[in-house]
Structures are given as C-alpha cells and as structure tokens.
Nanobody
C-alpha cells in the first residue's frame, strides 16, 4: 500500500507560480512511475505531467513549457513547479503512482491516487 499526500495548492493571480509537492509513504518509491493529474469542475481528469527517471518526463500540450515535474527519491517526494499560471489551470491536482512491471516500463493503469490539492488562478 502506498499513501500519497499532496500539498502546495492555493490561490494565485494569472501569471503567478506555485509548487506542488507529493510525499509518498512507501519503502519502494523508485519502484513507481509518478504522475500529476488535474480535474476541473465539470471536466474529466487529465494527465498533465509524468516522470520516469530524471530525463524521462512527459507533459500535456496545455502545460508544456510552463510546468516542470521533478522528484527527490531520497525524500520520496514528487514536485510540480507551475509557472505562468492561467485561469484555465484552475483545478484539483492529484498525485498518482503507477507500478513498474519491468525495467524502464510503467504500467498503463494508476495503482494509487492522492487526495488532491486545489489550485485556483484568478484573472
């Protein structure tokens, strides 16, 4: 069982920045691929960023160039640095973990979800 706890959300004005953190309670943090998702009211949950190693990252088109995903394996912590925030970034942001079925691969399904942290961007 892995527990994921997000923090760092809040309210900012358009153009501002926030850094989200997600602490994973597990003895095998490196055994998971990590993602950030978000869900706005009335919309489906969408993946915004994923990381599988320091040089293997993926971003949605809507956040590429503005958001940066990173992690500190020694602290079991995942981060999402969000810059140049826009009102359309307003959503609940969730941390998620995928199992590694083998070296260099990530499961297609999410094994664990955090409870989420709210980000609100005003114009």
């Amino acid at each position: 069982q892995v527990r994921l706890e997000e923090s760092g959300g809040g309210s900012v004005q358009s153009g501002g920045s926030l850094r989200l953190s997600c602490v994973a309670t597990t003895n095998d943090y490196s055994g998971y691929c990590m993602d950030w998702f978000r869900q706005a009211p009335g919309k489906e949950r969408e993946e915004v960023a994923a990381i599988d190693g320091p040089s293997r990252t993926r971003y949605s088109d809507s956040v590429r160039g503005r958001f940066t995903i990173s992690q500190d394996n020694a602290k079991n912590t995942l981060y999402l640095q969000m810059n140049s925030l826009k009102p359309e970034d307003t959503a609940m942001y969730y941390c998620a973990a995928r199992r590694r079925p083998g070296f260099g691969s990530c499961s297609a399904s999410i094994a664990y979800w955090g409870q989420g942290t709210q980000v609100t961007v005003s114009s």
